[in-house]
């Protein structure tokens, strides 16, 4: 071979392994700058102590709030020790899966004519056993349809399905419960409508309006339940979450211009334990904004993901329970904010050990409690927030 193409050869080779060095020292560089911004989250002085030992529940009533979590009827009706610390902490109780059309191994709604609501049944019993209140979630969402849905509904039956389906659901607990999720996730800013609105089969049959619609029909089944719009990403200063809350704001707006009978928006408050662009001034705007128009706000699946997070536990509860003060002293300083509700109670039970496991394949904890149903530092700090809140009125 000529020497000139073999210098070449090696010249091509020498570039392309410059190249890739020159990669992998950037990746490095980012990673160790993302790892030495998360250790500055950490501040190991910072104090997270607590007065007596009074419960979550009794801490968030003192200031006519309401502290509840998210079950499982798999769990509860199973785990005596879960179902004992969940009466004692919670005031109220959400399933985190048997009021959806179809989640877990005990759908709602098995078949287009069919119900079964043993679970959400089972779960009612345990709440008025326990002296919890009860609030239903989702009526109406773009997610966990069951199976049939797709080949079922459609553009001319899809009001009667929603109909029916709302009547049968919310009529069976009128009366009993605090509040419902109507509609869940019902905007995307990413799905290029001038509205915002998410693109769901709901919006493709019904037409935007469906929202107010759902709202409407629930209303007229338990005009004594509180109406609630639910959906996440309205936390932080960044560009996604601040489009995603201009698109709620203009929602509710829209809704209120309409008569419809919404009460309360909840704000899911899935945090993670690595953000950086908490900007407490700019959420307490939005929750005034949300409050202006008449509206109450829930905390509705406040978690705290620790997935990129230390591997050292005291240093990783440490940074979990700083996000949930910081979040918290700001929400319930907005006196429209009337309940905050963890979505699950113990490590042991959360859907984030599945959707954002750690990569070192260790334990998460986002949750109050650890496993073992032990109090954590996160437990403190949900504890020190409500000891901290303003009085509300009255309990809502
Ligand atoms: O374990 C059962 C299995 O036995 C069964 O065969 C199978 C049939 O589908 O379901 C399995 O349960 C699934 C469960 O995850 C455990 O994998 C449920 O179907 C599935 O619905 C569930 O995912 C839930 C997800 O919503 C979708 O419904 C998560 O647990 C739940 O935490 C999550 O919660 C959502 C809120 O509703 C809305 N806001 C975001 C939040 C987190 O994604």
Same mark, same amino acid.
């Given at each position: 071979?000529?020497?000139?193409?073999?210098?070449?050869?090696?010249?091509?080779?020498?570039?392309?392994?410059?190249?890739?060095?020159?990669?992998?020292?950037?990746? %490095?560089?980012?990673?160790?700058?993302?790892?030495?911004?998360?250790?500055?989250?950490?501040?190991?002085?910072?104090?997270?102590?607590?007065?007596?030992?009074?419960?979550?529940?009794?801490?968030?009533?003192?200031?006519?709030?309401?502290?509840?979590?998210?079950?499982?009827?798999?769990?509860?009706?199973? %785990?005596?020790?879960?179902?004992?610390?969940?009466?004692?902490?919670?005031?109220?109780?959400?399933?985190?899966?048997?009021?959806?059309?179809?989640?877990?191994?005990?759908?709602?709604?098995?078949?287009?004519?069919?119900?079964?609501?043993?679970?959400?049944?089972?779960?009612?019993?345990?709440? %008025?056993?326990?002296?919890?209140?009860?609030?239903?979630?989702?009526?109406?969402?773009?997610?966990?349809?069951?199976?049939?849905?797709?080949?079922?509904?459609?553009?001319?039956?899809?009001? %009667?399905?929603?109909?029916?389906?709302?009547?049968?659901?919310?009529?069976?607990?009128?009366?009993?419960?605090?509040?419902?999720?109507v509609v869940n996730e019902a905007i995307e800013p990413f799905d290029e409508r001038s509205d915002g609105l998410r693109k769901t089969p709901w919006l493709e049959f019904l037409g935007p309006d469906y929202i107010d619609f759902a709202f409407r029909v629930a209303a007229k089944t338990d005009p004594k339940a509180m109406l609630v719009y639910n959906d996440y990403g309205l936390d932080y200063d960044n560009s996604k979450d601040e489009a995603r809350r201009t698109a709620v704001l203009k929602l509710l707006e829209r809704l209120k211009s309409k008569g419809t009978p919404i009460h309360a928006l909840g704000i899911q408050a899935h945090l993670w334990g690595d953000a950086t662009d908490f900007n407490p001034k700019k959420f307490r705007n939005f929750l005034r904004d949300v409050s202006s128009l008449g509206l109450k706000i829930l905390i509705t699946e406040l978690d705290v993901v620790d997935k990129n997070l230390p591997l050292d536990v005291d240093v990783r509860d440490r940074m979990v329970a700083s996000v949930y003060e910081d979040y918290l002293s700001a929400a319930l300083d907005e006196p429209a904010v009337i309940a905050v509700l963890t979505w699950g109670l113990s490590d042991g039970y959360t859907y984030i050990s599945e959707f954002h496991s750690r990569p070192d394949g260790t334990s998460v904890r986002p949750l109050p409690l650890d496993a073992a149903l032990k109090r954590k530092l996160a437990w403190n700090a949900i504890a020190r927030a409500f000891d901290k809140a303003p009085q509300r009125t009255a309990l809502n």
């Open positions: 071979m000529a020497k000139k193409q073999l210098l070449t050869r090696r010249h091509i080779l020498w570039i392309g392994l410059g190249t890739l060095a020159g990669i992998a020292a950037v990746a %490095q560089s980012k990673a160790m700058y993302k790892a030495q911004k998360i250790q500055s989250l950490y501040n190991p002085e910072r104090d997270f102590s607590v007065v007596e030992k009074a419960s979550l529940k009794e801490r968030a009533a003192a200031k006519g709030l309401i502290f509840g979590a998210a079950g499982r009827y798999r769990d509860l009706s199973s %785990q005596t020790a879960l179902a004992t610390s969940f009466a004692q902490e919670c005031g109220m109780l959400v399933p985190e899966w048997e009021f959806k059309w179809s989640a877990g191994n005990r759908p709602l709604r098995p078949a287009p004519d069919k119900f079964d609501f043993s679970a959400t049944d089972w779960m009612a019993n345990f709440a %008025q056993t326990n002296k919890l209140l009860y609030r239903g979630h989702t009526l109406v969402w773009g997610l966990s349809l069951p199976g049939w849905f797709k080949e079922t509904v459609n553009r001319q039956n899809a009001e %009667q399905f929603l109909v029916n389906h709302i009547k049968t659901v919310v009529g069976r607990y009128a009366g009993q419960m605090h509040s419902w999720d």
